[in-house]
């Protein structure tokens, strides 16, 4: 079965402060890829990142950051000095060259001023 | 460039009516999908559609349908609507499925959001 888990319902923080939002996957397969979406409350999902099943390496986009480990099938998405912009719905997503995506149920990041 | 654009943007109908909903996907993408997004919720696959056949089809009844234009245009049409119905409807664009090369990522539109009374 595939199956993509956001335990984290709601979050909130106060401005600057850093958010780690959690994603655990279960796939048999050994090519897929990750995906994580904002989900502003305009309702756009925007694409902020993707990885591929072969490639572990985390990185840093700005404000931004990754952390891919398949030993423990998490996926996790950190923003760091968080600002009310970051406001928004995150959506993890787990691909395995199919026809479709599987969503966790998204987890609300509510920033504060 | 342009992004997936959807339209209506936003609908209100009343149960056992029909509605269609439109996608235009980003220029070059030959590959369309469509969501449901119940509020609360992760948005849940209908259909796919790659060069104008279709590609997969989730657990949805068959009230759903969907077809793929020449321009690989789509329109999700859903008849003899329910009141679970109502949700916001997402279409989204990739240039061909499969897992190779970042071609299978889905740029999703604004979405149509749908009120059955």
């Known amino acids: 079965a595939q199956k993509v888990t956001q335990a984290q319902t709601e979050i909130s923080v106060v401005e600057k402060e850093d958010v780690t939002l959690d994603c655990v996957y279960e796939t048999r397969d050994t090519t897929y890829y990750l995906f994580w979406y904002k989900q502003p409350p305009s309702g756009e999902l925007v694409f902020l990142i993707r990885?591929?099943?072969?490639?572990?390496q985390n990185e840093i986009s700005g404000r931004y950051s990754w952390n891919f480990q398949k030993s423990t099938s998490s996926f996790n998405f950190t923003i760091t000095a968080s600002q009310v912009v970051d406001s928004a719905v995150y959506f993890c997503?787990?691909?395995?060259?199919?026809?479709?995506?599987?969503f966790g149920t998204g987890t609300r990041l509510k920033v504060l001023a | 460039d342009a992004g997936v654009t959807q339209s209506p943007t936003h609908l209100i109908k009343t149960r056992g009516q029909q509605v269609t909903l439109r996608c235009s996907p980003i220029s070059g993408h030959k590959s369309v999908s469509w969501y449901q997004q119940v509020l609360g919720q992760g948005p849940q696959f209908i259909f796919q559609y790659y060069e104008k056949e279709e590609r997969g089809r989730g657990n949805f009844p068959d009230r759903f349908s969907a077809r793929q234009f020449p321009n690989y245009s789509s329109e999700l049409n859903v008849n003899a609507l329910l009141l679970g119905d109502s949700a916001l409807y997402l279409c989204?664009?990739?240039?061909?499925?499969?897992?190779?090369?970042?071609?299978?990522?889905?740029?999703f539109g604004p979405g149509t959001r749908l009120l059955v009374l």
């Open positions: 997503a787990l691909y395995t060259g199919t026809y479709k995506y599987i």
């Open positions: 989204a664009s990739s240039q061909e499925p499969g897992t190779s090369g970042g071609e299978e990522t889905q740029y």
């Open positions: 990885r591929n099943s072969f490639d572990e």
